[in-house]
T-cell receptor, first 113, second 118 residues
């Protein structure tokens, strides 16, 4: 099955710093989403981005489908950005439902004041 | 988008007992999905629940351990049966919904149900 690798696994930032999180995937995808899991376990949708670039406030994401990677940019980080960031995909070759998201192991981000 | 409510949000369960988690969606959806997140781990799909048919289970998950009901297009339950400490996890319900911002069929998750088995 498709493999999803995220890097770095852990990241510590000073408030105000910028960061880039990476997601590599091993097969073509027809769905790619970025999630933020807060300390209470809630998964928040950040982006649905199987290809192209999107921006939402301090966050932006780019997926280069032909090269099988996606990047999540966080600018001017805040302590509330802390948590785990997951990349999840649905393989084009899966033939299964859109709901069968394959998750990476996540990047644990800690933003210090 | 979709708003998903799960109950219970958190529970401590005795070994050998069973617990049913409820998932309510604010709109009608064809498919609902149940995921498990073990401590410190990523999420894994347990099963897909379609209204009016048997749930489809992923490899490593069986109906006897995780029976699922899907009585209508807005509701589903997942039961964790004969629990052991290894079942301590967050269980999350999710649905696929069209979304104007994301411009695609996006997967949304409930708040999760934190189960601790002692």
């Amino acid at each position: 099955g498709i493999q999803v690798e995220q890097s770095p696994p852990d990241l510590i930032l000073q408030e105000g710093a910028n960061s880039t999180l990476r997601c590599n995937f091993s097969d073509s995808v027809n769905n790619l989403q970025w999630f933020h899991q807060n300390p209470w376990g809630q998964l928040i949708n950040l982006f649905y981005i199987p290809s192209g670039t999107k921006q939402n406030g301090r966050l932006s994401a780019t997926t280069v489908a032909t090269e099988r990677y996606s990047l999540l940019y966080i600018s001017s980080s805040q302590t509330t950005d802390s948590g785990v960031y997951f990349c999840a995909v649905v393989s084009m070759g899966d033939g299964g439902s859109q709901g069968n998201l394959i998750f990476g192991k996540g990047t644990k981000l800690s933003v210090k004041p | 988008s979709a708003v998903i409510s799960q109950k219970p949000s958190r529970d401590i369960c005795q070994r050998g007992t069973s617990l049913t988690i409820q998932c309510q969606v604010d709109s009608q959806v064809t498919m609902m999905f149940w995921y498990r997140q073990q401590p410190g781990q990523s999420l894994t799909l347990i099963a897909t629940a379609n209204q009016g048919s048997e749930a489809t289970y992923e490899s490593g998950f069986v109906i006897d351990k995780f029976p699922i009901s899907r009585p209508n297009l807005t509701f589903s339950t997942l039961t964790v049966s004969n629990m052991s400490p290894e079942d301590s996890s967050i269980y999350l319900c999710s649905v696929e919904s069209g979304d104007a911002f994301h411009r695609g069929n996006t997967i949304y998750f409930g708040e999760g149900s934190w189960l601790t088995v002692v």
